[in-house]
């Protein structure tokens, strides 16, 4: 699967910005879909994951209750809702896949490209 990450941008704290992910190809399905980020000089951390079927949905804590994950099998995408954005938030976001999941960077296997968010106070 090809991922494409797209709806980055700049946005002051409070704000609310959208993620996009497509991920065209006929396996999308199978794949636990999620969400890293990577701030500057700090390692790649785990965001937000859905599994196949958008039954099950799991969150860093420094993001529960103001990221939502969500999936379109149909549309073969994934989103990531962020409201109450925070200037902490600002890092590039990565869309990212496997067939398992993880909260390493390691356990996941098919990147797109970064987006960058930016949040200033």
């Known amino acids: 699967v090809q991922l494409q990450a797209s709806g980055g941008g700049s946005v002051q704290a409070g704000g609310s910005l959208t993620l996009s992910c497509a991920a065209p190809?006929?396996?999308?399905?199978?794949?636990?879909m999620g969400w890293f980020r990577q701030a500057p000089g700090q390692e790649r951390e785990f965001v937000a994951c859905?599994?196949?079927?958008?039954?099950?949905?799991y969150y860093a804590d420094s993001v529960k209750g103001r990221f939502t994950i969500s999936r379109n099998n149909a549309k073969k995408t994934a989103t990531l809702q962020m409201n109450s954005l925070k200037p902490d938030d600002t890092a590039v976001y990565y869309c990212?896949?496997?067939?398992?999941?993880?909260?390493?960077?390691?356990?996941?296997?098919?990147w797109g490209q970064g987006t960058e968010v930016t949040v200033s106070s």
């Open positions: 190809g006929p396996t999308f399905s199978l794949y636990f």
């Open positions: 859905i599994n196949w079927d958008g039954s099950n949905e």
């Open positions: 990212t896949a496997s067939r398992s999941w993880g909260y390493s960077a390691r356990e996941w296997d098919k």
